[in-house]
């Protein structure tokens, strides 16, 4: 058996499309306008913008899709990973602010809570399907266990004989994103502590569910309008920790769900996400509309996950593999943990090789977002922002989308 080939398929067979909800956004209007700025300043003396900011009141979806390997025990013989994507798993995502802490230099902080919520209207399939998957687990204990003695690595592997549990997993998906008894995960916290994350149940998202994105300390707009929603500090740092250059640890942009108003095609949106570890850029694509809204398209330039040889600026984020993954092991407690976009998109197209059954098409797999830059036609008058919010209210919510879709892929 090729043992590299091996490893290589599990590591691209080992892809979760899991859609994080950075999404919806919502940009006030652009007349340019004293009275319209002030209400968009976040300040509890601003009823609506306030209670939205508070509560986003659009429905936010997560959708979950599993890559089901088909030929588990072939792929263990030697053969490539032939895999079908199941799904999608719908989540409502309910968002809510707390410990909202005003500072008098016209920055707020808080704790942004979400909960998740299974939508089975939306879904293909229920919470009870069974998937098959790569054993996040042992994999990721046999890259730990390469550099350890070999009375530890035999311990180990006789452990997981003992546990029964192999190379692949076929588990339902309610047990695989939020969590499952595992008598592996017992004996590792017991004999191992530290070396899992978490030490309740083992699921690819337990650790989110009622819990928070950080502290964030933003900017309220009151000083200055375009610094509206900058993210100034997250848990304190003002910058990150996980890499290797300064320009790859800057907090750029803000949180992620809403962005300064007056922009232009010339705008790009930055923003931090705690999920990605890192600072994300979108640039305009072209004009839209959805129900009659005017409407821009952000999306991901194709060096966003690009290695340093292919896009230099992002050698900090190295070591690298192929462009269109990044490695996010650092803030992932070390494990093997890589990002990409769904079916590989935007990346080199050799990891397609890997495996079967991936095909990568903007119009499915591309990260975008969709902002509303000027306002409703308005003849000159300012924009009614209670109207604007309603239409773009039922719109979302009769919409079962993802604006914006990031890929977690595991070894
Ligand atoms: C948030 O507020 C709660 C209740 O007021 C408090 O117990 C908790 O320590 C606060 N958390 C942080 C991180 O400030
Ligand atoms: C504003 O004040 C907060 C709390 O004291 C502090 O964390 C933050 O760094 C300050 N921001 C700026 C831009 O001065
Ligand atoms: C998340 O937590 C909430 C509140 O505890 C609970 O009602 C909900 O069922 C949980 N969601 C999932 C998917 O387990
Ligand atoms: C999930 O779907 C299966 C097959 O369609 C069905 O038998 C089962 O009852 C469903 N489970 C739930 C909880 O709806
Ligand atoms: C943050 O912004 C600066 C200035 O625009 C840019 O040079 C840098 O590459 C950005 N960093 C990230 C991680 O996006
Ligand atoms: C960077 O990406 C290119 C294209 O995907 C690839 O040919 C090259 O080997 C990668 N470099 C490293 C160091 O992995
Ligand atoms: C991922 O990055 C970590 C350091 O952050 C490094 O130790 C590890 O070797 C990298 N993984 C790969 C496969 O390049
Ligand atoms: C804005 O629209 C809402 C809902 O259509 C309406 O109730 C409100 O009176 C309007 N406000 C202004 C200033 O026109």
Redesign the pocket.
Known sequence: MNKSKLAIGLFVAGTLTAVFGLVIVFVGPIIIDDQIVKNLVIDPKNEISYTMWKDIPVPFFMSVYFFNILNPTEVLAGEKPMVEQRGPYV?RKRLQKQNITFHPNDTVSYLEYR????EPSMSVGNESDVVTIPNMLVLGAAVMMENMPIAVRLLLSATFKGFKEGPFLSKSVGEL??GYDSKLVDFLNKWFPGMLPSTGKFGLFSAF??SNTGLFTVHTGKDDIRLIHKVNSWNGLTKLIYWRTPQCNMINGTAGQMWPPFMTKESTLPFYSPDVCRSLELVYQREGTMKGIPLYRFVAPKTMFANGSDYAPNEGFCPCRQSGLLNVSSCRANAQVFISQPHFYNADPVLLDYVQGLQPIEDEHGLFIDIHPNGPPHNGHPANLTQLWEALESTWASIPVECSRVHALMN
């Open positions: 989540y909960s998740y919520y299974f994103m939020w569910n009622n």
